[in-house]
């Protein structure tokens, strides 16, 4: 192996861990946000509760400030068979968009 292929493998195996390193920053985050708003009590990232899961409202694809806007100003409606979501005053908007950011994340 020549030195120049070290070098990138070396360099591709540190962008890829840091990439990794970020991800798990960003989901203990959103994670502590989602406590902080009470929002696993209706929502969980796979799992169907009171409300939809994490995934299946990525499924929908909304965009940032679409998504934002829904969970900011819940429309009834938007999710026919499931629990109507109730406004939450105390929510920030820079929460939200870290929330919407990762929900729009979940393959």
């Known amino acids: 192996m020549s030195l120049r292929s070290l070098i990138l493998i070396v360099?591709?195996?540190l962008i890829v861990g840091h990439a990794f390193a970020?991800?798990?920053?960003?989901?203990?985050?959103?994670?502590?946000?989602l406590k902080?708003?009470?929002c696993t009590k209706c929502?969980?990232?796979?799992?169907?509760l009171i409300?939809?899961?994490f995934t299946a409202i990525s499924k929908r694809e909304y965009s940032q400030e679409r998504?934002?806007?829904l969970i900011m100003n819940p429309q009834p409606?938007?999710?026919p068979g499931y629990g109507e979501m109730p406004k939450?005053?105390?929510?920030?908007?820079?929460d939200v968009e870290k929330v919407a950011e990762w929900v729009r994340a979940i393959k």
């Open 77 to 79: 409606g938007s999710w």
């Open 67 to 69: 998504l934002v806007d």
């Open 11 to 13: 360099t591709l195996s």
């Open 51 to 53: 409300g939809p899961s």
């Open 36 to 38: 902080k708003y009470t």
């Open 43 to 48: 929502h969980h990232k796979s799992i169907r």
């Open 22 to 33: 970020q991800k798990d920053d960003d989901d203990r985050e959103v994670k502590g946000i």
């Open 88 to 94: 939450i005053d105390t929510l920030k908007r820079i």
